[in-house]
């Protein structure tokens, strides 16, 4: 297969070659180290590649046979170990870290038939939303090399949207699959809290907050991947109602006539700006012309947006703090500048002074969001926003000053610049953001989030069907990739 062949195609569509004998195994996974080495010298995505890791153990795999058999696949450099492989977590801190074994969702993915062969960029403990971390240096994004790819899985996203692979795991705990999807023209969706297993290593990450899923360039591949690795494992905390049928059947669904409320404005944060408001505005027109009722809507988070955001801080930050005492126990360092990016060591200094009544009490701040949230789709079906309130950042624009923040005011940096995406991480349920739309005057990608109340993917890959096939966004595709197809 040549390598305009393979970016031609979704994970789905390779899996049906693959199964069909078209192509083997071998032959996909050579043509992915072609992308690599042709694109990654631009965009920075991947860190790291080993030989192919399929269905039955490390170097194998079955090529065919399973729902995404033979396609290769990238795993983020956080939140999923791969037995034998480094996960450095971003950070210097952790840098040379091996896990010993699979985790739960490794597991899954070697079950249908992926073939991992290399980790994608994360920032430094995912503590941020775009990806430059100092140990890897910045991901690029390929619709503007001068831009933020997104974070936290942002080397997941620019390894899609430049053709590397069709589909990448990732992780999202305040809007890391949506944002990086928003910046760079993907599909991408953020499950249902439980829906997907964090073990066995953990139970949850930053108390339920965060969760697991991928970014693709087709709502379809999304769908199978969930499909794939959805599910609870024994001693996890949160569990998510089974679907009623497969994602993978929903997409061809239609999704009847939907209430739509319409939030064009965060509740605090940075204010919806010129092209991104445009953008919501052509697509809520879109979704009354394909018959859906639409109507402004407002999200009431039950607290003011310094105490939600305070909240989080206080989650977020206490968290760092056991994380990376044992990293530095088990690598016999010390958190430090020499370890730690300023950010991390500011979150890392806030949360050694959260008491326990502070963060009981942000605990509380989570539940009365969860319960306002879900409230909102008893008169809605589905929560219509930017994802990202303007256009992808420059490099390097999100961390000035940063030496000057203590952790709060890193989080509230952070909530200000993605104000719409971490109230869903919040209350557990699913929202995704979709690629419908691009800034007339510069042509980088605008995505939309929309959101469903707990345990309704189904709501939302069926609307994704629909929009996918009313308004494809196959047809725009970055220069990066662009030169790929080419050679």
Not at 374 to 403: N, Q, S, W
Not at 422 to 436: D, E, I
Request: overall charge negative; proline content about 7%; aromatic content about 6%.
């Amino acid at each position: 297969m040549k390598l305009s062949e393979y970016v031609a195609y979704d994970a789905v569509g390779l899996a049906g070659l693959a199964a069909r004998g078209e192509v083997t195994a071998a032959e996909l996974e050579a043509v992915a180290m072609e992308a690599v080495a042709a694109v990654n010298p631009l965009v920075n995505a991947v860190v790291e590649t080993w030989p192919c890791e399929g269905g039955d153990g490390a170097g194998g795999g079955a090529a065919t046979g399973e729902p995404l058999g033979g396609v290769p696949f990238l795993v983020k450099d956080l939140g999923v170990t791969v037995a034998g492989r480094r996960t450095e977590q971003g950070s210097r801190l952790a840098a040379g870290q091996v896990a010993a074994a699979d985790s739960h969702l490794m597991r899954r993915f070697r079950a249908a038939g992926l073939r991992t062969f290399g980790r994608t960029a994360t920032p430094e403990f995912a503590y941020d939303i775009t990806t430059e971390p100092v140990l890897y240096g910045p991901t690029r994004n390929p619709w503007d090399l001068g831009r933020s790819a997104g974070g936290s899985s942002g080397g997941a996203a620019a390894a899609v949207a430049a053709g590397i692979v069709p589909v990448a795991h990732g992780t999202d705990a305040a809007g890391s699959i949506r944002i990086p999807a928003a910046s760079t023209g993907l599909f991408g969706l953020k499950p249902t809290r439980g829906r997907v297993s964090m073990g066995p290593d953990v139970d949850e990450i930053f108390n339920g907050l965060a969760v697991q899923g991928c970014v693709s360039r087709t709502v379809r591949d999304s769908a199978a991947l969930l499909d794939a690795v959805r599910g609870p494992e024994s001693g996890d905390p949160y569990t998510a109602p089974e679907p009623v049928r497969p994602y993978a059947d929903e997409v061809a669904r239609d999704p009847g006539r939907l209430r739509v409320g319409v939030v064009a404005q965060a509740g605090g944060g940075r204010r919806t700006e010129g092209p991104v408001a445009a953008a919501l505005t052509r697509t809520a027109d879109l979704l009354a012309a394909l018959g859906h009722e639409v109507s402004e809507a407002t999200l009431d988070l039950g607290v003011s947006w310094e105490e939600y955001v305070l909240a989080n801080a206080r989650l977020w930050t206490a968290n760092l703090v056991p994380w990376l005492d044992g990293l530095a126990a088990a690598h016999g360092r010390v958190v430090g500048p020499a370890t730690v990016e300023p950010q991390s060591l500011a979150g890392y200094a806030f949360g050694r002074g959260v008491t326990a009544a502070d963060f009981v009490r942000a605990l509380g701040v989570r539940n009365i969001v969860a319960r306002g949230v879900g409230a909102r789709f008893h008169r809605y079906d589905v929560l219509l926003t930017p994802t990202l309130p303007e256009l992808p950042p420059r490099i390097g624009e999100l961390a000035e000053g940063v030496e000057d923040l203590d952790g709060a005011g890193w989080i509230d940096r952070i909530f200000d610049r993605a104000p719409f995406t971490a109230v869903h991480n919040v209350a557990g349920t699913p929202a995704m953001s979709v690629p419908l739309e691009s800034d007339p005057a510069t042509g980088l990608p605008v995505g939309l989030q929309f959101a469903a109340a707990h345990g309704r993917e189904d709501v939302l890959f069926r609307l994704a069907g629909q929009l996918e096939r009313a308004a494809p966004w196959a047809h725009r595709v970055p220069e990066v990739r662009a030169s790929v197809s080419r050679s």
